[in-house]
């Protein structure tokens, strides 16, 4: 029933009718700031779990400054900024975090990680410790001061982490794979490998645990354990690629050349992106005597990983057989530059007469 | 047809093919040409003989075959069809540096005519040999021994060949791990041998008969030269002849560099026609003029191929025994006083020498290696390279060939290795070369190459990057909280008077009632706020009235934050009683006055908008004049209105007119207020 007037102006209000309006109006625009800022937010989470870490900066510090109270903004724009690796923005966003949540653990922990990233141990050191006094009971921080302390090679300090970590809750797999992890760096395998299991039996579904299981026992010589373990992790991983690569490692350590191309082969296929699979495949093939394909397979390794020292001497093995020793000789020499003990024990014997 | 037959008529020839000698009786066309060739042929073979002679006492023949084959090359070019000539060049070219040009020689030779000569299946046998078919060259070494029945020192040649077959067919099959390439920029079509390389492998020496500006010798050979080059840039640089004092018009070769790279070993020709050692050394960037090396060394012999060991104390060389028969053997002496150049009397290094040539020589700077070249032991033809390794207590080890692809069925000899032991040079007459001996590089694989393999593990479980915590969670938006102020007022719709009503507001995106209230009964307002960016329906119910429902839209914004709507409503009680104070009429009279319009329009609508509605028109008067003309009044004056009505399209079956007179006041007539109240149109719902 079309009649009724609609009218927008405000001359028929009382002075009360006034100020009520007027007051609408500052919630409205309070309202906007509020919601303009959640959104924000919002959006800052999905971009962070796009991965699209400066753009969630950017969001979440537009949400920040819409709304000075929102300090989950703060502290998720702190975490972008570490995930993004801009640590010394992160320092700056967890500080005024703190300013308004002093006693906020999660953020000292965010802020060791920070100045983990930024290899100041010392600081990060500092942090965890207060993030672990403020929650002495998270086994979190200690988790990652003792990988902290396991980047810093004291694995003797890590250890004592990662125990304090299984003590506060056992059912923590992590902890025993990276306890094992730093026996493994003293030379302890046994130890490790018992860790390494524990690990597999809190949480049987961690291939990298098995596969570091199989590492271990490559080191020990136990090759025919080691192919096991490598099996575990592929039963639980199908596509891990690590795992078909070492096992194609420990089967040229037992002489198995076709087993091992054909794991370097599959490591491949999980991964087509994986340098270190071509790499010892062109190893295979150069101790299988086929020297063109050992350097296409080199070729191939450098070309997604131009730092792989491993690759290179590969190469210049394949080159030398193939007549053409310069080249052998400037990879040797390249495979020295990256570090490789082999590159400069080849260049040395083999180059300049 | 034609093909086959073709065919045929060339294997006949094959098969029969002609051994055309030397008689005049086969050159009768050109009587000038054939005595011109059997001079030729004979002058060859004077030379022939005599190499064959030297050859025979392990001595050089070059020299004689030469110049045999001189005079054999214009037999040739005359009549290349004798099995003879063909077997006599073979035999010169099979004991010259360019032994390979012997091959098509001797095998034509055979072809022609098997039994040419007492040796032809001995050298046949070396023609097969030198292309590396041991088998078959054993079979005819071992024919030529059932045929050759004298009991002379040919005899230890034959046992030779028939040990280098059986070595050979080893050693091709087992090759060992080096490559062996042509190095050109060092050889020549000419004599190049004797290399001897620097520590550093910057420079080599060579001793080479290119052309060098001398006379050349009545075979057209030149005398040997020492030559050096310098590595730049991974190429050596055309070999120029060596600074200072030491070529000379007669032989110079060189024998060793000392591994200080100051002074070297070399052998020249002295006065009497052999050859010497000597040592130079280098001051700046020339070499002094050489000095004979010791006199115990120097004898009438010739002593070359001198090598230094690694700690100056002992020489080894290679000399040769005058009369003797086994070529040159491995020498060694001892330094009695250094200064003075005293050397003990030399004694041969007997594991090392062989019945036939041994020599040159090297000394690894290890002292524990030594390198010989020897035609002798289980060479697998002309001169091979042999290792053998210093015994405690003194001696070497029986010489173990290098193998192939070092050594071929061809003279392989001289051996200068790099510091590291990858390289080698060694002089070589090979197929491949430019000709004569050239520099050929051996390039030792080493031990067989153990790739690198690459392994990553996750030894931290957060793989090297700390764990983080989760973010904190997404927050629910507020939904859009824009508000917009609702205010309002009912009444209704004729009399415009306040109505007392309920009001549900509905959002119509959710469904949802979400405001109800009651309009104040006094004025009929209302005020609330409202969320805007919405789409609301109001739904308005009051006693006796018509139920209302209207739909608007409060859009998104800021210039919508104040709505003010007037809800009309319209009265259809049954029994209601509506008066139409904006009716007028003139006075006594019942035509309506136009300013009446607007109220009866307003009628008009109602009932057009309730098309149930069933008034009944009432007129009413006030107690002034006749009772009777009153009613009169008052029907005409509601008739009026009623045909108004119809005229405006109302049914009038809907209508009622009645004029009440002065009969229902509704206020009292004493005033003059009160009567004009009582003077009314009034319509009273009858059904609705």
Known sequence: MPFAGFSQGDDDLTPEERAYRDSIGALNESNAAIAASQKAYNAGIDLFKSKNYSGAIAKFSEAYSGDPNFTPALYNKAMAENMAEKYDDAIKTLGQLMEKKPTMAKAYFQRARSYQGLKDYAKAEADYLKSISLEPTNPKAYYNFGTLKFTQQDYDGAIKQFTK??????????????????????????????????????????????????????????????????N?????????????????VTQMKMNKVDAAVMDFTKAIEADPNYAPAYANRSGAYFKQKKYDEAKKDADKAISIDPKLADAYVNRGNAKEMLRDLDGACDDWHKAKELGSEKGKGYYAGNCNE | MKKLFALAIVLQSALFAQD???????????????????????????????????????????????????????????????????????????????????????????TLNPLIDPFMNYYYGFALQLEGDFAKASEYYEKFELEYNKADR??????????????????????????????????????????????????????????????????????????????????????????????????????????SGNRMLMAKMND????????????????????????????????????YDHNNRLIYYSKDKDGGTNGYDIMVSGVQNYRERDYAMPTRENTVSS??????????????????????????????????????????????????????????????????GKFAYISSNRPGGKGGYDI??????????????????????????????????????????????????????????????????????????????TTNSATGKFLLSLASGGNYGIAVKADGYLFHSENFNIPEGSAYNLVNKTIELYNIKVGSKIALRNVFFDTGKSDIRPESNAELDRLVQLLKDVPTLKIELSGHTDNTGSA??????????????VNYLVMKGIAKNRLVAKGYGQDRPVDTNDTSDGRQNNRRTEFEITGN
Request: aromatic letters at 12%; proline letters at 5%; hydrophobic letters at 35%.
């Open chain 2, 440 to 517: 050929w590089k051996v390039i030792f694989w080493g031990p067989e190459k153990e790739p690198a393999y690459s392994v990553e593990d996750y030894l931290l479980a957060s793989a090297g990057k700390p764990l983080t915590d989760a973010i904190a969670d997404e927050v629910q938006v507020a939904d859009a909280v824009n508000l917009t102020v609702f205010k309002g007022i009912t009444i209704d719709h004729l009399t415009k008077k306040p109505v007392e009503s309920v009001i549900d507001i509905t959002n119509n995106v959710s469904g949802q009632v979400t405001d109800q209230f």
């Open chain 1, 232 to 248: 575990r992790a592929l039963a639980v991983d199908p596509k891990f690629a690590l795992a078909f690569n070492n096992r194609g």
């Open chain 2, 355 to 420: 019945q036939f040539n041994d020599g040159p020589i090297y000394l690894h700077p290890d002292g524990k290696r030594m390198f010989i070249c020897s035609e002798g032991f289980n060479s697998m033809g002309g001169f091979d390279i042999f290792i053998s390794y210093k015994v405690k207590g003194g001696g070497w080890t029986i010489p173990v060939n290098l193998g192939s692809p070092i050594n071929t069925p061809y003279d392989d000899f001289f051996f200068a290795a790099t510091a590291n």
């Open chain 2, 272 to 307: 009497a026609g052999n050859m010497d050692i000597y040592e130079s050394f280098l001051t700046g960037a020339e070499w002094t003029a050489p000095v004979s090396f010791a006199r115990m060394i120097n004898l009438e012999s010739n002593d070359i191929y001198a090598s």
């Open chain 2, 154 to 259: 040919f005899g230890k040649f034959v046992k030779q060949r028939k040990t280098e077959c059986t070595a050979g067919k080893t050693l091709i099959a087992t090759p060992v791990r080096a490559w062996v390439d042509h190095v050109p920029d060092l050889s020549s079509e000419y004599d190049d041998y004797s290399p001897t390389v620097t520590m550093d492998g910057e420079e080599i020496l060579i001793t080479s008969d290119r052309p060098n500006g001398h006379t050349a010798n009545e075979v057209g050979r030149y005398d040997d030269d020492i030559y050096s080059s310098m590595m730049y840039d991974g190429k050596w640089q055309t070999p120029k002849p060596i600074k200072g004092p030491i070529n000379t018009v007669k032989d110079d070769v060189v024998s060793n560099y000392h591994y």
């Open chain 2, 20 to 110: 055309i000698e030397f008689k005049a009786t086969n050159f009768k066309e050109d009587k000038e040409g054939f005595k011109v060739a059997e001079e030729n042929l004979k002058l060859g073979t004077e030379q022939y003989v005599l190499g064959n002679t030297e050859l025979f006492m392990v001595r050089d023949p070059e020299l004689f075959y030469r110049k045999a084959l001189q005079f054999f090359e214009k037999c040739d070019k005359f009549n290349p069809n004798s099995s003879e000539l063909n077997f006599k060049m073979g035999v010169c070219y099979a004991n010259i540096s360019e032994r390979e040009k012997c091959i098509p020689y001797l095998k034509k030779a055979f």
């Open chain 2, 628 to 641: 009777s003309a009153n009613v009169s009044l008052s029907q005409a004056r509601a008739e009026a209105v």
């Open chain 1, 165 to 230: 970590v299984i003590e506060l809750d056992a059912t923590n797999a992590f902890a025993y794979n990276d306890r094992g992890s730093c026996y493994r760096m003293q030379d302890k395998y046994p130890q490790a490998v018992l860790d390494y299991e524990e690990a597999a039996r809190k949480n049987p579904n961690l291939a990298f645990v098995l596969n570091n299981i199989g590492t271990t026992k490559t080191k020990m010589k136990l090759y025919d354990d080691a192919i096991k373990a490598f």
